[in-house]
């Protein structure tokens, strides 16, 4: 326990302090494909592939009208004491592949769709953009950026190019997002977006970044300014191209993948909330989580609470990662009900626990830092 404290206060101590009790949820993959129905998951687990090992290949699908209106319903039922409701910062990609194009192309040219086309191709979301943009409005659904695609293009077409026979599979079933550890395809995964190791690969993520940025300006009519990376996986190299499209917040967990260009390698960076790298953009960690799919023999309400606590001793921010595959139903319905009872007796504990609790976006976040540090204060 006393060894636990000491890694607790070490981890602690660097970054932007504040007494406030600022709470952040960050969900990452909104906008994303991932299984797309029920039929396509029986099909891959009759040919052997083990999708219900995966809980995003078991789970996660695009957000249906039922999940994004049951999800709302419950944020708007709680206010903090500055009456707002809790916020979710939606880190979406807003293209996903387009299956047929790429197939009549023989294979060699990568296309894709908006995402808003996408909802319109699923039965039960033809109205799930319109529910986006009320959540936008009724400030419980704030959208950022996550990538173009949830996907390394790159290597996805490579493989399709060399007809990999389970990557083929998915594909003629509207899928690219078999993970690796259920695979018996020896590859590297195709949700790591950004890693990229020579200098090719890296000229063509710059442009597929730029091409991503401008499409959600486009879709939202407000530019993006945080940028998380899928599997906390980028490299260093692309920072200065986000800040000149303007990224301001580059967000993700306490340890950075960063891929090496020139070499097999992969760097590990550690990172604070608060911290600036040299394009004066401040990194925002995430500290807390609440993944009771990803974890389900864990208490999650009594571990994230644990969590809280633990940023709020250290004058820390509570900032909580929370993917979407918590919130949809459309694959198991129990998932998304069951999660969802779970996140109201964590906001009903949290509230309790601290009334003086502050929600906020990830964005509300980094303009609270950049302001004090402009003027010289850390809270």
């Not at 597929?208 to 599997?231: H, T």
């Not at 303007?246 to 992969?266: C, D, E, F, S």
């Not at 023999?297 to 900032?319: G, T, Y």
Request: proline fraction near 5%; hydrophobic fraction near 35%.
């Amino acid at each position: 326990m006393f060894k636990k404290k000491i890694v607790q206060l070490i981890n602690g101590l660097p970054g932007w302090h504040t007494p406030r009790r600022i709470v952040v949820i960050e969900s990452d993959d909104w906008g994303s494909i991932r299984m797309p129905d029920k039929a396509t998951y029986d099909l891959l687990l009759a040919k052997g592939i083990r999708v219900d090992n995966c809980p995003y290949n078991r789970y996660d699908s695009l957000a249906s009208e039922k999940d994004l209106s049951a999800l709302f319903e419950l944020l708007a039922m709680f206010r903090d004491f500055n009456g707002n409701h809790p916020v979710l910062t939606a880190n979406c990609v807003v293209a996903n592949p387009d299956f047929e194009r790429i197939r009549d192309s023989g294979f060699t040219t990568y296309q894709y769709e908006k995402f808003t086309d996408t909802l319109l191709r699923f039965p039960d979301c033809h109205n799930s953009f319109h529910l986006w943009k009320e959540g936008m409005t009724r400030k419980l659904f704030h959208p950022e950026f996550h990538g173009r695609e949830h996907l390394n293009v790159i290597r996805w077409m490579d493989a399709l190019g060399a007809g990999m026979p389970e990557t083929m599979l998915a594909f003629n079933h509207g899928l690219f997002g078999i993970s690796t550890h259920i695979t018996s395809e020896r590859r590297k995964s195709y949700l790591q977006v950004f890693d990229v190791h020579d200098a090719r690969d890296l000229d063509q993520i710059r442009t597929i970044i730029a091409d991503g940025i401008a499409l959600f300006r486009q879709i939202f009519g407000y530019p993006a300014r945080s940028f998380i990376a899928p599997n906390y996986t980028w490299p260093v190299e692309i920072e200065p191209d986000l800040a000149e499209l303007g990224i301001r917040y580059l967000k993700g967990g306490i340890i950075q993948n960063a891929p090496v260009p020139g070499t097999v390698k992969n760097r590990k960076i550690r990172h604070f909330t608060g911290r600036r790298n040299h394009q004066g953009q401040i990194h925002i960690e995430r500290n807390c989580g609440f993944e009771p799919t990803l974890y389900p023999n864990r208490n999650s309400v009594d571990d994230c609470l644990h969590q809280i606590s633990q940023a709020f001793e250290m004058n820390k921010p509570a900032v909580i990662t929370s993917h979407r595959v918590n919130f949809i139903g459309s694959l198991v319905e129990s998932n998304r009900d069951n999660n969802l009872r779970q996140l109201r007796m964590l906001f009903i504990r949290l509230l309790q626990k601290w009334p003086e609790v502050e929600f906020m976006t990830a964005e509300e976040l980094g303009d609270l830092i950049d302001k004090n540090r402009k003027t010289g204060n850390d809270e």
